[in-house]
Antibody, heavy 117, light 112 residues
Framework: QEQLVESGGGVVQPGRSLRLSCAAS????????MHWVRQAPGKGLEWVAV????????NYADSVKGRFTISRDNSRNTLYLQMNSLRDEDSAVYYC??????????WGQGTLVTVSS | DIVMTQTPLSSPVTLGQPASISCRST???????????LSWLQQRPGQPPRLLIY???NRFSGVPDRFSGSGAGTDFTLKISRVEAEDVGVYYC?????????FGQGTKLEIK
């Protein structure tokens, strides 16, 4: 059974860094592109970043470009999101999602990031 | 960026009755490969989003056949033939034809 489990969220001060992880199981992780999507409290969904299955390509939302870095370790079946220079507006639940035929077929339960002084 | 606009933003529906949500994009969602990457997602209260429909009209695995998607170009519709209590939640359309991927504002489906 496919499963995605995010971790690494927490409370962090503005300007600091945090690294999120997403552990995948139940499918061939190295065969699929992976996304990070976030949802601020009580708000809608915002796509954050994507990484191709082989890391050959990455793409970011303008709101995080230059501050966030998506990466993956296919040997560990794990996706990462390195978040630097965090801002209040980065506070959200962060979901990892598996690419499926041009959509997001499977989602994790999410990890909450709160940026606050 | 492609902007996705959903209507209505709130939809009170009687159990057993149909429901319909519209989604309009500011640009055609036809990709150079000929596909239109328009999806519908459901988010039940306290849950992560769940894929219902991909490429306009394809139901994802395990999705009941009371859910259907249609449309083309810039105008798309999600229909629920007979609303059940478990359908309560927020529905999002999203486009993955072009980066950045973008979502509609969400439509809250509630029972009257």
């Amino acid at each position: 059974q496919e499963q995605l489990v995010e971790s690494g969220g927490g409370v962090v001060q503005p300007g600091r860094s945090l690294r999120l992880s997403c552990a995948a199981s139940g499918f061939s992780f190295s065969s699929f592109g992976m996304h990070w999507v976030r949802q601020a409290p009580g708000k809608g969904l915002e796509w954050v970043a994507v990484i191709w299955y082989d890391e050959s390509n990455k793409n970011y939302a303008d709101s995080v470009k230059g501050r966030f870095t998506i990466s993956r370790d296919n040997s560990r079946n794990t996706l990462y999101l390195q978040m630097n220079s965090l801002r209040d507006e980065d506070s959200a639940v962060y979901y990892c999602a598996r690419d499926l035929r041009g959509s997001y077929g499977f989602w994790g339960q999410g990890t909450l990031v709160t940026v606050s002084s | 960026d492609i902007v996705m606009t959903q209507t209505p933003l709130s939809s009170p529906v009687t159990l057993g009755q149909p429901a319909s949500i519209s989604c309009r994009s500011t640009q055609s969602l036809v990709h150079s490969d000929g596909n239109s990457y328009l999806s519908w997602l459901q988010q039940r209260p306290g849950q992560p989003p769940r894929l219902l429909i991909y490429k306009i009209s394809n139901r994802f695995s395990g999705v009941p056949d009371r859910f259907s998607g249609s449309g083309a170009g810039t105008d798309f519709t999600l229909k629920i033939s007979r609303v059940e209590a478990e359908d309560v939640g927020v529905y999002y359309c999203m486009q993955a034809t072009q980066f950045p991927h973008t979502f509609g504002q969400g439509t809250k489906l509630e029972i009257k």
